[in-house]
Structure formats: structure tokens, C-alpha cells
């Protein structure tokens, strides 16, 4: 599927015997292979004896990109970039710890079992999300880790920005915003004891691009009303080159949080708050309280 895809990434018509000769199968097998792709949530036109076509280009991860322009900007970091994985976050939280102060970076074109906060499914179909985590060890447990979830989206939303989008907002506790839309969310894990060395993994999960019936299954579960980076006219960034830039402040602030904890992004956060100053009613185990959000305190409770 992988090498069939990359075939078709072109956005262009392509047909079943063209697809075949390339791959060396049968057209047969191609028909099956488009079949097992749209399981995958991807899109395709198709018309008898002119062949198969994606709704819209497609920018696939490229390995050797992301690794030349990686090394550049943080060399140490460890690279994992896969097909399809149940979870970038479980794949790596599988994985031997992380020496302390090195990274671990795991990106998938696809998730079979995304995960987001309160168990809730990540949804995004093959090519069409930035399905990232990153695994670091902290000697000690730092200051204020509840907090932390709230300093890597501070990273997350530098990466947005960087990428072009400027408009993208904070949402408490762990979402990016553009223009009303869920643009990214965040989920940390933690193992370890509290006293001592802490492993934690960082999963990022980017909407780059969504196709209509994803956007309109997401709103049906219940979900926040997507958006993705390629609705902003502004963007100027690649997938791949994206993927370098969120890499590259996830490792950032994870290293400076294990100096200064969340001191040193709470500023950064405040002046990205979407919900400061609106009506909110927050629904918890104990029942609703209603509103109007003052931002943050200094361990990351909505105030």
C-alpha cells in the first residue's frame, strides 16, 4: 500500500495499468490495494478505464528530509518514521528509557488507534495528520509537572507559527485553536517514581489536512469542530519541513522545563489563552461550574 500510495501522492490520474506495470502486480491487486487505502480514510475518484486519482495532492514523510534538516537544528534526537503504528505515543512508550537529557521521536503516516485525552480517538486519515510523540527522561521529577502538557503546547503552538499560521491559539489544557476549529491536541504520559528519574512521552497529534467526510465524522462523535494547517492561506511550510520544527521546540522546552519548570512559558501561554476573558461552563465529576476564565493559575488549573 505504502509504495501504491507514494504513486498516487501526485494528485494526478493514474491508470490501473500503469499502477500495476510500476508495481509489478496484477491490476487486480491494485483495485484491492485502493480498497484497503480508503480504509485508511483516504479519498479516491475512479472511473471505468481511465483509472484512480486522490481528492488532492498529498506531501507523504519523507525520511531522509526530515533527518538531513533534523540533524541541523537538534542532532541528537533519535528518529522513528513509520507506516502505520497503533500509536507514536504507545510505540515509543514500548521502547528502553531515554538517556537523561536525550530524545526519542516517533512520527507515523498513519494511526490505527490514536489517542487523545479521556480516551478519545485521534482521528486522521493516512497523509493527512502530523501524528508525532517524544520521548525524554528527566533526572528528577521537575517543578510543576502538571504543567507540562501546557508548556509543550507552547511548543507545539512556536512549530504553527513558525510554519506561518500566526493566528493559532492555546485552549486549555491541552488543544491548539485556529479560528474557532481544533487545529492540534496534546496527550502526556508519565512513568517513573515521583522522587526520581521520570520517563514521559509528548504525543502531538497536527491536523495538516482533512477531507470532508473526516471533518463531518469528527463533528458527529462529538468532537470540536476541526480545522487544519492547510485552511490558513499563510502557511509556508511543508509537511516534512513541519515535522523538523515541531520536533525542534518539543526537545527546546522539554529541556528548559527541566531547569525552570513552567515559569518560563507561562507568559507565552497567557498571551496565547483563547478562552481568557470568555463565559465558560467547565463540567467535571462533581458537576458544572459556570464562568468567566481568568486564565491560568501557576499549576496549570483553569482559573
Request: charged share 20%; glycine share 12%; with cysteine.
Amino acid at each position: 500500500m505504502q509504495s501504491l500510495l507514494g504513486l498516487l501522492a501526485d494528485g494526478e490520474l493514474h491508470s490501473g495499468s500503469e499502477l500495476a506495470a510500476a508495481l509489478g502486480m496484477t491490476r487486480s491487486a491494485v483495485w484491492k490495494q485502493i480498497h484497503q487505502l480508503e480504509s485508511l480514510g483516504l479519498v479516491f475518484g475512479a472511473a471505468a478505464g481511465q483509472g484512480y486519482q486522490l481528492e488532492a495532492p498529498l506531501e507523504l514523510l519523507d525520511e531522509q528530509i526530515i533527518n538531513t534538516e533534523l540533524a541541523l537544528a537538534e542532532p541528537d534526537v533519535e528518529l522513528d518514521v513509520l507506516w502505520e503504528t497503533a500509536s507514536t505515543s504507545s510505540h515509543l512508550l514500548g521502547q528502553p528509557p531515554q538517556a537523561t537529557g536525550l530524545a526519542r521521536a516517533c512520527i507515523a503516516e498513519y494511526q490505527s488507534a490514536g489517542r487523545g485525552r479521556r480516551g478519545r480517538a485521534w482521528l486522521a486519515p493516512a497523509g493527512h495528520g502530523v501524528s508525532l510523540s517524544v520521548a525524554w527522561r528527566f533526572a528528577e521529577s521537575p517543578a510543576n509537572l502538571s504543567c507540562l502538557g501546557l508548556a509543550v503546547g507552547v511548543a507545539a503552538l512556536r512549530a504553527v507559527h513558525a510554519a506561518g499560521v500566526a493566528d493559532a491559539q492555546l485552549k486549555w489544557p491541552n488543544d491548539l485553536i485556529l479560528e474557532g476549529g481544533k487545529l492540534a491536541g496534546i496527550l502526556i504520559d508519565v512513568q517513573g517514581e515521583a522522587g526520581g528519574p521520570l520517563n514521559i512521552v509528548a504525543g502531538v497529534g497536527v491536523n495538516w489536512r482533512l477531507n470532508e467526510a473526516v471533518r463531518a465524522g469528527i463533528v458527529s462523535s462529538g468532537g470540536l469542530r476541526p480545522a487544519a494547517m492547510t485552511d490558513s492561506r499563510a502557511l509556508h511550510a511543508g509537511r516534512n519541513q513541519f515535522v523538523v520544527l515541531l520536533i525542534t521546540e518539543i526537545v527546546r522546552v522539554l529541556r528548559q522545563f527541566a531547569v525552570d519548570g513552567f515559569a518560563s512559558f507561562a507568559e507565552d501561554w497567557a498571551a496565547a489563552d483563547y478562552l481568557a476573558g470568555r463565559k465558560v461552563d467547565v463540567i467535571g465529576d462533581s458537576g458544572t461550574v459556570s464562568g468567566v476564565v481568568r486564565g491560568i493559575a501557576g499549576d496549570g488549573r483553569l482559573r
